[in-house]
């Protein structure tokens, strides 16, 4: 039986990794942004985004650089490049005016278009600003690109300083480091740098992650120039020192013993007799994260343990009008039953047991025609579970003519209600079982606070919600579901810890492939297990008889 399983895992995964896949780094630099005002700085930032299906997905963002025309940015964008699909991008430049750094009241100054391809060719791609309105601007986007090559080991580095001089008349210093990457042809790569620690000699700056690959291509000798400035909310930062380091000097610092390195003012060595330096920086903490692939764990057993729920609202329609949602049609599947099966089927592929629990929300259910929004598609509240797709398409079949249709819809209650089966799996601190919660709604969702707090305490566990909105409504509200400033947020204005929700418009669809439903909804899931398991440290576990004769590539 296990094998069955490790068979079509490695058919379906045709979808996930496609044979040449590898990952690629994006670094970012801008050239040129004329001021918007000329009283002010413009405060930039870059969108990525990608074409998917027609449509212009945000993939990510930089961060926002202040007071700063010309912005080296610290963000890397990671994507997976495709060999043989034309992945296009556009990168979109934004002048941030507002302080919580959303794109709402934001100023677009223009937009670069190209593929991932064209960039992986050269290398680095320069090209100007085309502004709204599609007239050239002065501005150019410079886009650089490395794959990561076998050694996707990540660092995770934690530094602090002491003693920095004192650059500020009327307070202290405002310290940030840079960290630079000196490459084989001389030239500095920024590959880091740390947010600024105000009013602080003594600054201690956030734990951060970079790929061994960035840091130091993975060369352990290669030398790292290392810069700390005083911010100025100008842009114009004064110098306090430097210092160069290589990562093999930073590996002392895994057993938590620290590393200093004397921060150096060139000038003032030459000009002040007795000059010691300007500062001491720590290296506390250096931690090699091995990655793994979504295939290790697969392999190592951890199941995807795959539940449905639907909606059957007052807004889907009767389902005994053919105009409704939920219309069973003799000889042709509905909208709901097309999304089930298309996500269904390759998700069945990772479940060793085959069952499916699925619910519904938003009906009245016998016998009291109570409203619910979180009942058994098949009325069994002690075993939810449909045995395998076709089950589920059968329960759903089977319990509409029972069913009053009604509302409000009501997302939250079955988000808890998995969130609360993934948190019991969060003690067993091993990669066992992870969950996918496929929703499938036509509509607006009613507790949108509610839902909210529940996909930020979701984030927290081994668990992802695919949304699929079925039917011709207004969706722009579930897109809200990936965040405003690309950052999802609880009522309370807790963050997400990780980006869980996927969600898509049935009707991009229509005319496509069932596949291609299915690859554009399950794309972020194996991404979304390994961050889940590589944040938490958790290995795969080994079965030593599949490690040893893995067929297929990584």
Request: proline share 5%; glycine share 6%; aromatic share 10%.
């Amino acid at each position: 039986m296990k094998n069955d399983i490790y068979e079509s895992a490695a058919n379906s995964l045709g979808l996930f990794s496609s044979p040449c896949l590898t990952k690629v780094e994006l670094r970012l630099t801008c050239k040129g942004i004329s001021d918007r005002d000329a009283l002010s700085k413009p405060d930039p930032c870059i969108v990525l985004n990608m074409k998917s299906h027609g449509q212009w997905m945000e993939v990510d963002r930089t961060e926002v650089i202040r007071s700063c025309v010309n912005p080296t940015y610290s963000k890397v964008f990671t994507l997976d490049f495709y060999f043989e699909e034309v992945q296009r991008l556009r990168f979109e430049l934004y002048d941030i005016n507002s302080s919580h750094n959303g794109l709402k009241e934001a100023d677009f100054l223009g937009s670069v278009e190209c593929t991932l391809g064209q960039i992986i060719s050269q290398r680095k791609l320069s090209k100007a600003l085309l502004r709204p309105g599609g007239t050239v601007g002065k501005a150019i986007i410079t886009i650089t690109a490395e794959e990561l090559t076998g050694n996707d080991d990540y660092v995770e580095l934690s530094f602090s300083a002491r003693k920095l001089d004192d650059k500020d008349f009327f307070s202290k210093s405002d310290p940030f480091l840079e960290i630079y990457r000196l490459n084989d042809d001389a030239t500095l790569q920024l590959v880091y740098r740390t947010e600024t620690v105000m009013n602080n000699l003594n600054p201690v700056w956030k734990t951060f992650k970079v790929s061994l690959n960035s840091l130091c291509s993975g060369d352990h000798e290669r030398k790292l120039q290392c810069t700390v400035w005083d911010w100025d909310s100008n842009g114009k930062h004064d110098y306090i020192g430097e210092f160069e380091a290589t990562f093999k000097e930073m590996r002392g610092a895994i057993d938590g013993r620290q590393v200093q390195w004397p921060c150096i003012n060139p000038k003032y060595k030459v000009k002040k007799k007795n000059y010691k330096n300007s500062g001491i920086v720590i290296l506390n903490q250096c931690k090699i994260i091995k990655m793994h692939s979504f295939l290790d764990y697969i392999m190592g057993g951890c199941q995807i343990q795959f539940t449905v729920a639907i909606d059957f609202t007052a807004s889907n329609g009767d389902p005994r009008n053919s105009c409704s949602l939920h219309y069973i049609h003799p000889y042709q599947p509905n909208e709901y039953l097309k999304a089930l099966v298309a996500v269904g089927e390759i998700c069945q592929d990772y479940d060793s047991d085959k069952m499916f629990p699925a619910f519904g929300f938003g009906a009245q259910i016998p016998p009291d025609y109570k409203v619910s929004h979180d009942f058994a598609v098949n009325f069994n509240e002690e075993n939810p579970e449909c045995a395998g797709i076709q089950g589920v398409v059968e329960a759903y079949q089977a319990c509409l003519p029972k069913l009053q249709l009604y509302g409000p819809t009501n997302i939250a209650p079955i988000i808890q209600k998995v969130a609360k089966t993934a948190s019991q799996e969060v003690h067993t601190k091993e990669a066992m079982q992870y969950f996918i919660l496929l929703i499938l709604t036509d509509g607006v969702i009613t507790d949108m606070a509610d839902t909210r707090e529940a996909i930020v305490q979701a984030s927290h566990l081994p668990m992802s919600i695919i949304i699929v909105g079925v039917g011709n409504a207004d969706f722009s509200d579930m897109q809200m579901l990936d965040g405003d400033d690309g950052i999802l947020r609880s009522p309370k204005g807790e963050p997400v810890l990780r980006d869980i929700v996927q969600f898509v418009p049935f009707r991009n669809f229509k005319h496509a492939s069932p596949a291609a439903l299915a690859k554009s909804v399950l794309a972020e899931v194996p991404n979304q297990v390994v961050d889940y398991y590589n944040s938490k440290g958790i290995k795969p576990k080994v079965s030593s008889e599949y490690q040893s004769s893995r067929p297929f590539g990584p």
